[in-house]
Each structure stands twice: as structure tokens, then as C-alpha cells.
């Protein structure tokens, strides 16, 4: 029996490798030079774009996520983060179209470019990972079940760029630690 473990890394290592190192900074530009980031993902990949704006944060930066009752209305100098594994799901068609009516910018991370979601965005950057757009016969290529490598993908593509934020805006590794929450 193979080392289910491994398997699992090297499939995130071949991910990680296929990755467009530019493009992750060029995403990671967009959000410096944004006044506020709102991030929005359905699902687990929800979870990891929680963790990711939570590092958003402790960075200094203005940040929210869709669904909780403090997110401010978007406008122009406003970028809305969406992650679209599968490159549809409605949500996020309804929620990008509000943004972009708003006048905010739109940056979407999928697996599936030519979805949709990816078609509506200003900026597109591609995590090319199994998700449940193609999990199923000939096409599954993991053996991570449904979406879990690409969830597990964008935990790594999401703590390289705030390391890349971190040195792009100057952020110590004090600041973010200051800026952690005291109410936990």
C-alpha cells in the first residue's frame, strides 16, 4: 500500500509547482494597492479564504469577508477576492456582478479559467487542481476526494502571498503579532 500521506503532498507539490509565480504577484499587487479587500468563496473553499483574510489582517490591511454583518459596501478603489474552484457556482456569479456594479475590482483564483466566474473578473489567477468540476471518471486525477486538493492548494498559495504582502507592504512579523486578536 502506497503512503497516502506522500501521495497527498506530491499531488499539492505538482499544484504548487504548475502555479504562475507572476500572476501570484501581480494578484498580490492588487490587493497592496487596494483600500479594502472583501473575499468571498463558498464551501470549504470558503474556509481557506477566511484564514487567508484573517492574514489580511494582521497585515494592516482593510479586509472583510462576504456574509458577515460588518462587510462594508464596495466601491471603486474596493477589490473583491473570489475563489471559484469549479469556475461557477451562482453566489459568486451574483456577488462578482454586484461588485463590478459597484465599480469595485474583481480578482478570481480558480481551477476552471473558463468558467463563468473567471469570464466576469478583472484579473484571473489559476490554481490548476482537481475540484468538483472533475472529479469523477477519467478525468479524476487525485486521490483527494471531491475539491481537496484544490482546497488544500489555495492553503498554500494564500500563505506565500502573505509572505509576499509582507515584504511588499513592510510588515514585521511584530506588527502582525500586535495585530492578532486578545479575545480568543
Request: proline share 4%.
Amino acid at each position: 500500500m502506497t503512503n497516502l500521506y506522500r501521495t497527498a503532498i506530491e499531488e499539492l507539490a505538482r499544484v504548487a509547482d504548475a502555479i504562475d509565480d507572476g500572476a501570484v504577484d501581480e494578484a498580490c499587487r492588487r490587493i497592496a494597492e487596494a483600500r479594502h479587500v472583501c473575499v468571498y468563496a463558498g464551501g470549504r473553499e470558503g474556509l481557506q479564504v477566511k484564514g487567508f483574510a484573517m492574514r489580511l489582517f494582521h497585515l494592516g490591511r482593510s479586509v472583510s469577508v462576504v456574509g458577515d454583518m460588518t462587510t462594508p459596501a464596495l466601491g471603486p478603489g474596493d477589490l473583491f477576492f473570489v475563489v471559484c474552484g469549479p469556475g461557477e457556482i451562482s453566489t459568486a456569479v451574483a456577488l462578482v456582478g454586484v461588485a463590478k456594479a459597484a465599480g469595485a475590482e474583481v480578482v478570481v483564483v480558480t481551477a476552471q479559467p473558463q468558467g463563468r466566474v473567471p469570464g466576469m473578473a478583472d484579473y484571473v489567477l489559476t490554481v490548476p487542481a482537481q475540484t468538483m468540476a472533475d472529479d469523477q471518471g477519467a478525468a479524476a486525477t487525485s486521490v483527494l476526494p471531491m475539491g481537496s486538493l484544490f482546497e488544500g492548494a489555495l492553503f498554500v498559495l494564500f500563505e506565500v502571498m502573505v509572505l509576499k504582502l509582507k515584504t511588499r507592504l513592510g510588515v514585521s512579523p511584530e506588527t502582525m503579532r500586535a495585530n492578532h486578536t486578545n479575545m480568543e
